[in-house]
């Protein structure tokens, strides 16, 4: 129905539902057990995503993505490097256009690797190279666990500038090396899983 109209039709459906989502979530946002279920069928949601798309590579697909190491280099550059130089100099437009707070979530989404489910489902509906962005999505993410908490102790203090205390920095490596634990124990079980299924390939 929504595809009929001519502005939509011309997007992918997959655009339209995030659309649709995120004006529902804007208007009648979760909270209370709401908000503890949707957080949990995120979660679950990701992992099934990247299962699919896992499943559905050879074992001689996913090794020709490890071997693009300009692209994952320029990946990682971009989210660790460019993305947190962008968001600093935001800084000017507080109290203009931006509150403090505004300034800071925004900075704090600068610091953050990418998405799982954006980078390998926008690529897969580019036609683009999806082994190259699941192994990409891997190690962004892999990263982030370490850089992440170290990029918003170092830019994030409660002055908003200069160098944090080492107590900032201690805590960060702590928070990272639990959220280590967890998304290395994932991920070890998604590679075992999926290399025991058959494979399919993409259309």
Known sequence: MLTKIPLLGKLDPFI???LITVGIASLVPADGTALTAFTWATKVAVGILFFLYGARLSTQ??????????LHLTILAATFVIFPLL????????????TQPLYLGLLYVCLLPSTVQSSIAFV?????????AIVSASF????????????????????GTGFASGAAVRSGLETASSIATVRTTTT???SATA???PTVKPS
Do not use: C, D, F, K
């Open 16 to 18: 339209i539902g995030i």
């Open 61 to 70: 697909e996913a090794l020709q993505g490890l071997r693009h190491w300009r």
């Open 87 to 98: 968001g600093i100099p935001a800084r000017v437009l507080v109290p203009t256009i931006l």
């Open 124 to 132: 897969s509906i580019a036609r683009g190279n999806v082994p190259g």
């Open 140 to 159: 962004s993410n892999i990263l982030g666990i370490v850089v992440t908490p170290l990029l918003v102790a170092l830019l994030m203090t409660s002055e």
């Open 188 to 190: 070890t079980y998604e």
């Open 195 to 197: 290399s025991g299924v």
